[in-house]
């Protein structure tokens, strides 16, 4: 059996393992998380109480390693799907935090998630939404601050790309007066 030490394990999924993980002794010092987030472990059971997506239930840390374990399997492009009256629209992030908390609200007219990545690092996100479901004027604010961002469109969709400075948890909140077109 091979072993490994002084490295940084976060963002993988660990799936279908016989044995997750195999701690070689004092020598065989890995760090499991980036101060942030983790690894998807497929046989944690905690919860995520605040919608970062990351698991703050016991037993932590997961595997004796993993302080801030994925409730998702991770990935830089994550897809979430919005149904009303029957139409589905699929709105991507692809970014290189953990996007977790992924939600829609029609009456106030905004798309929000939340992103989580290692505190005081720069972070970044590119959510690109079908036109028919949003599309005007934008405000986007991140913890409830406007920010800027860099819009691209073509016939269809509406890409919007921004950065998060002092990394942790940010707040995404895209807010469009145009938001869905009038229903008859």
Same mark, same amino acid.
């Given at each position: 059996? *091979?072993?490994?030490?002084?490295?940084?394990?976060?963002?993988?999924?660990?799936?279908?393992?016989?044995?997750?993980?195999?701690?070689? *002794?004092?020598?065989?010092?890995?760090?499991?998380?980036? *101060?942030?987030? *983790?690894?998807?472990?497929?046989?944690?059971?905690?919860?995520?109480?605040?919608?970062?997506?990351?698991?703050?239930?016991?037993?932590?840390?997961?595997?004796?390693?993993?302080?801030? +374990?994925?409730?998702? +399997?991770?990935?830089?492009? %994550?897809?979430?799907?919005?149904?009303?009256?029957?139409?589905?629209? &699929?709105?991507?992030?692809?970014?290189?935090? !953990?996007?977790?908390?992924? %939600?829609? &609200?029609?009456?106030? $007219?905004?798309?929000?998630?939340?992103?989580?990545?290692?505190?005081?690092? =720069?972070?970044?996100?590119? =959510?690109?939404?079908? $036109?028919?479901?949003?599309?005007?004027?934008? !405000? =986007? @604010?991140?913890?409830?601050?406007?920010?800027?961002?860099? @819009?691209?469109?073509?016939?269809?969709?509406?890409?919007?790309?921004?950065?998060?400075?002092?990394?942790?948890?940010?707040?995404? $909140?895209? @807010?469009?007066?145009?938001?869905?077109? =009038?229903?008859?």
């Amino acid at each position: 059996i *091979g072993s490994s030490s002084s490295n940084s394990i976060y963002n993988n999924n660990f799936v279908n393992n016989a044995e997750q993980v195999l701690l070689q *002794g004092p020598l065989d010092v890995n760090i499991w998380d980036n *101060g942030a987030e *983790g690894n998807y472990w497929d046989d944690y059971r905690g919860k995520d109480s605040n919608g970062d997506g990351i698991g703050d239930t016991w037993p932590l840390p997961h595997q004796g390693v993993d302080n801030y +374990p994925l409730i998702e +399997p991770w990935s830089p492009l %994550r897809a979430f799907n919005v149904t009303l009256r029957g139409v589905t629209y &699929r709105v991507t992030t692809l970014s290189d935090s !953990t996007i977790a908390g992924f %939600r829609f &609200r029609y009456p106030a $007219k905004q798309i929000g998630f939340n992103a989580t990545g290692p505190y005081g690092t =720069v972070g970044f996100c590119n =959510v690109t939404v079908p $036109k028919g479901l949003i599309g005007g004027e934008f !405000t =986007v @604010l991140i913890d409830e601050a406007p920010t800027d961002y860099t @819009l691209t469109q073509n016939a269809t969709h509406t890409s919007l790309y921004l950065t998060f400075s002092y990394h942790s948890t940010r707040h995404v $909140k895209i @807010l469009s007066p145009e938001l869905l077109p =009038v229903l008859i």
